[in-house]
């Protein structure tokens, strides 16, 4: 079965950059979409962005300036780095993979990571 | 963006029937998507596309709608659903969720 799990720090301080990695099992991350999507405290939650099968990327124009979504095929995993993160950053972070039908829907999410942003 | 508007919380009663609302501030075709997430859970794909069961999930799960107006519907209510439900559009970028809706069990 598909598995995601996402490890990286669980501080940042302000202005510094948060890194996730989102390690995948049962299923090779050169088929899908691979996506990120954080949850804030009050339930908000927000698509980041992806990382296509062939490795292009799309994010959420309210972030492009300050996110980036990598991978490394050869360990079956994908990362985010957000940069000058600010307290309005802390939220529990998941990685989640596409459906594969264009469709555009999760159909496997990792546990989630909390990342709290503070000096 | 496409805001998705979801009522904060409603409370049943086991084996009743519950409609959970999502309505679109723009219409999103059918491109609608739900999800249940469970207090220190990862969200879990319940319905997608709007009316489509995602495999293993419960046939007591069911969703409609098109445009701008879906519902989650849960016939009947069993105690383990209690959770928040999320709808998330696809049609617009970029994506978006709605504010969740809590379930309790009276």
């Known amino acids: 079965e598909v598995q995601l799990q996402e490890s990286g720090p669980g501080l940042v301080k302000p202005s510094q950059s948060l890194s996730l990695t989102c390690s995948v099992t049962g299923y090779s991350i050169t088929s899908n979409y691979w996506g990120w999507i954080r949850k804030f405290p009050g339930n908000k939650m927000e698509w980041m962005g992806y990382i296509s099968y062939s490795g292009s990327t799309s994010y959420n124009p309210s972030l492009k300036s300050r996110i980036s979504i990598t991978r490394d095929t050869s360990k079956n995993q994908f990362f985010l780095q957000l940069n000058s993160v600010t307290t309005e950053d802390t939220a529990t972070y998941y990685c989640?993979?596409?459906?594969?039908?264009?469709?555009?829907?999760?159909?496997?999410w990792g546990p989630g990571t909390m990342v709290t942003v503070s000096s | 963006d496409t805001v998705l508007t979801q009522s904060p919380a409603l409370a049943v009663s086991p084996g009743e029937r519950v409609s959970i609302s999502c309505r679109a501030s723009e219409g999103v075709n059918s491109y609608m998507h739900w999800y249940q997430q469970k207090p220190g859970q990862q969200p879990k794909l319940l319905i997608y596309?709007?009316?489509n069961l995602a495999s293993g999930v419960p046939a007591r799960f069911s969703g409609s709608g098109s445009g701008t107006d879906f519902t989650l519907t849960i016939d009947p209510v069993e105690a383990d659903d209690t959770a928040t439900y999320f709808c998330?559009?696809?049609?617009?970028?970029?994506?978006?969720f709605g504010g969740g809706t809590k379930l309790e069990l009276k």
């Open positions: 989640a993979r596409e459906s594969g039908s264009y469709d555009w829907y999760f159909d496997f």
């Open positions: 998330q559009q696809s049609w617009n970028d970029p994506w978006t």
């Open positions: 596309k709007a009316s």
